[in-house]
């Protein structure tokens, strides 16, 4: 899911990733629900509190916004009116808050467990979510509930709005959304993002949304910290897809992710490549479960990026050609692990290839058509264990030993 800015072949993180805490919880009723309160009204206050604020956020009422927030809290206040101010251009079609827990009830201060949900405009069909731990004061003789205090919560990335101004570009089917980087930047992605989205249905003819949000901070630091993880972990990686598997159909949008020092590393080659390959994620996300293999999962995002290139399949896959032509053709499939991020660029590029070339075979000797019918298959099922064997049976009529056998004489042949 992650490319690293290399010309003509990229390497990646692990095949899936969950970063921004996103849920598939479908929020289609009021702005906030809180749990039953046997301490009194303390829960069904805070809600109603939060309800305003998120009212406030949809109305884009500073003035609103700001009387929901503790009228004491003046630094808390000048940020959060900041944070509102970088939302502005965002196109929300929802924003609410669900109440999970409130401790300190009874006292005048209390700590809320909450889930922020929102949606954008036109691209999510169900929310994305991001736990918070709210502090709330009362105030005045009204008794009044005020937001003291609002942070992502242990364990959450941070959101894009909290980096600075987002800046919109609109593409023809694709959302970007930048923080601190050239509006010109941000067009040349939108183009890119544009062209990928049809590149994939030509790939992947399974119904999806066929549209893309791209992220783009200001920073591999600021990537990071979207995503949840020590920057060292993204130096190099142009792109990451966030987003949920389990096959149950109601994910939410996934939020392609670039990290705009290595992306622009890339040539145009590299670049068109980077976003097709996690556009693909975007459009496969709803038949990709925990069933499904990374060599599956990333191979056939590598080869419906590769779909409409003309590079031969040495100048996409060096690592692997040079394997084999040094005798050292691989034994078995790319295992799961082999796809993390480590010491040895090398073999992380030739389990991203070897992926690759597996796909191709079964394209190539089988048909598009079982491929994609093979691909359903494995992710219909929700645990690994007999999942590709079944798959392999039913779909392509062979059995794991004998796809392993002919994957590697493909390689031969391919490559050597």
């Not at 009228?71 to 808050?97: G, I, K």
């Not at 101004?165 to 601190?180: A, C, K, N, P």
């Not at 099922?381 to 030993?401: I, K, S, Y």
Request: net charge negative.
């Amino acid at each position: 899911m992650a490319v690293r800015a290399r010309d003509t072949r990229r390497v990646r993180t692990r095949g899936r990733r969950t970063a921004g805490a996103v849920l598939a919880a479908l929020l289609l009723a009021p702005a906030c629900s809180a749990p039953e309160d046997t301490a009194g009204t303390t829960a069904q206050e805070v809600g109603a509190t939060l309800d305003r604020r998120a009212a406030a956020v949809m109305e884009h009422d500073t003035d609103a916004y700001l009387a929901a927030l503790d009228p004491r809290a003046a630094s808390f206040r000048a940020a959060q009116r900041t944070e509102l101010h970088n939302l502005a251009d965002v196109p929300l079609e929802s924003w609410a808050y669900e109440v999970k827990d409130v401790t300190g009830r009874g006292t005048d201060r209390v700590t809320a467990e909450v889930e922020l949900r929102y949606r954008i405009k036109g691209y999510d069909k169900a929310p994305m979510s991001s736990s918070r731990t709210v502090e709330l004061v009362r105030r005045g003789e009204a008794r009044t509930w005020y937001v003291a205090a609002d942070r992502a919560a242990d364990g959450t990335p941070g959101q894009l709005w909290q980096q600075g101004d987002v800046e919109v570009v609109r593409g023809t089917h694709s959302l970007v959304l930048g923080v601190g980087r050239r509006t010109a930047e941000l067009r040349r992605i939108a183009a890119t993002a544009d062209r990928a989205v049809p590149a994939v249905t030509g790939a992947w003819p399974e119904a999806w949304a066929e549209r893309v949000v791209v992220l783009v901070p200001g920073s591999v630091e600021d990537m990071a910290e979207l995503l949840g993880s020590p920057a060292a972990s993204y130096r190099g990686i142009a792109a990451v897809t966030t987003g949920e598997v389990g096959g149950s159909g109601r994910a939410p949008a996934d939020r392609v992710i670039v990290n705009p020092q290595a992306y622009g590393m890339l040539g145009g080659f590299g670049q068109r490549v980077v976003l097709t390959h996690e556009t693909t994620h975007v459009a496969t996300r709803a038949h990709t479960s925990a069933a499904t293999p990374v060599w599956l999962s990333e191979g056939f995002a590598d080869l419906a990026a590769y779909r409409r290139e003309s590079r031969t399949a040495p100048e996409l896959a060096p690592e692997l050609a040079e394997a084999v032509r040094g005798g050292e053709l691989p034994a078995q499939l790319p295992a799961d692990e082999d796809f993390g991020f480590g010491e040895d660029p090398a073999k992380l590029s030739r389990a991203y290839e070897g992926g690759w070339l597996a796909c191709e075979l079964i394209a190539r000797e089988w048909g598009e058509e079982e491929l994609i019918a093979f691909y359903k298959a494995v992710g219909s099922r929700f645990e690994r264990d007999g999942a590709v064997e079944q798959a392999m049976h039913t779909v392509l009529g062979t059995t794991p030993q004998d796809f392993t056998a002919r994957w590697r004489e493909y390689l031969r042949a391919r490559l050597g």
